[in-house]
């Protein structure tokens, strides 16, 4: 299932890509996350542990996210965890001096056939509602970081 989902931000693209791209810091400021452990780091990729709270259920897993600076964009994808398919990516656009698009996208499956058409729809809500929320976090962040450096 794919939920694709953007936001405009009021800051320049490096700026929303440097919050974007320190997932480990995401518990400061996503009340969601609750937890981001990085487990092994090298070059532009990181293995990290995530908790987070989609509506009351909690989800456990382990991604490697590969950073992309030079396009400010960041792909994820599933190592191990509570879901069968979790991966996609973060990508920042200039769309002025001072102004930016942050796009994310996820590709995701809880493998459960028998229930899959009952609970898929209610799952993908909870989980676009959640991504609502990241990017609703990181446009503040983003915002509050560039306003106080002005």
């Known amino acids: 299932m794919v939920v ?24 400061e400021f996503i009340p969601d996350v609750k937890v981001i452990k990085i487990l092994d780091k ?11 709270n989609i509506d009351g259920i909690m989800f456990k897993w382990e991604e490697l996210e ?12 599933l190592i191990k965890g509570d879901v069968d398919k979790f991966e996609g990516y973060w990508k920042v656009n200039s769309l002025s001096n001072d102004k930016s698009k942050l796009s994310l996208y996820l590709d995701f499956d809880v493998n459960i056939p028998m229930l899959a058409n009952l609970i898929m729809p209610t799952i993908r809500f909870k989980v676009k509602k959640n991504v609502q929320s990241m990017l609703k976090a990181i446009k503040e962040r983003s915002e509050k970081l560039y306003n106080e450096s002005r």
Do not use: G, M, R
């Open 4 to 27: 694709k989902e953007e936001i405009e931000i009021n800051a320049p693209a490096e700026v929303v890509y440097n919050v974007a791209s320190q997932t480990e810091k995401f518990p």
């Open 66 to 77: 590969v950073f992309n600076p030079e396009d400010l964009s960041v792909e994820y994808k």
């Open 42 to 52: 090298k070059d532009n990729q990181q293995q990290t542990y995530w908790e987070a």
